[in-house]
């Protein structure tokens, strides 16, 4: 019975993992007498999770929950992914409802998120005033080497 726990240390370490608060898993698997302090349940809920059988089978459901999750996610995306392909190339019938059920489970599974990353740079003011200054240089620059383009082209009669 070293690593076996008993029925109510595997429920109180089911109802842990599920997310409850030690106290109400103690209170769930064990059913205390009404009468029992707050600070005694707090206690003895206290030391079943001290026990590493019983912080191994919590640790262990929680990674299992984890893994089923990613497990369901991926799944529901090759659902997806697999009607939205059959919808596109014509082979199976989509009414609205059916493509807004498929969008709803892939905006679920995380199918259609978008990751944007912005990288700024702190620059002080006289930093962006001389960037500004520059790229209205440029633009000048380039104005005025059309003008005079243009004002050659005039002055040979080719352009009117």
């Not at 003895?44 to 990613?70: C, D, F, Q, Y």
């Amino acid at each position: 019975m070293a690593n076996e726990l008993t029925p109510k240390q595997a429920h109180f370490a089911r109802c842990v993992a599920s997310g409850m608060t030690q106290a109400d898993a103690y209170r769930e698997a064990y059913s205390p007498k009404p009468d029992i302090t707050a600070a005694s349940v707090h206690t003895l809920a206290s030391r079943l999770m001290g026990k590493v059988e019983i912080r191994s089978r919590v640790e262990a459901l929680i990674k299992a929950r984890e893994r089923a999750v990613v497990a369901s996610a991926l799944t529901d995306r090759d659902k997806v992914l697999s009607r939205l392909r059959a919808w596109l190339e014509g082979t199976e019938e989509a009414d609205s409802n059916r493509l807004r059920a498929a969008e709803l489970l892939g905006k679920a599974s995380g199918l259609f998120t978008t990751d944007i990353s912005v990288t700024t740079k702190d620059r002080d003011s006289s930093q962006v005033a001389a960037e500004i200054e520059a790229r209205l240089g440029a633009l000048l620059g380039a104005t005025a080497d059309t003008q005079n383009a243009l004002d050659d082209a005039d002055a040979g009669g080719s352009i009117h």
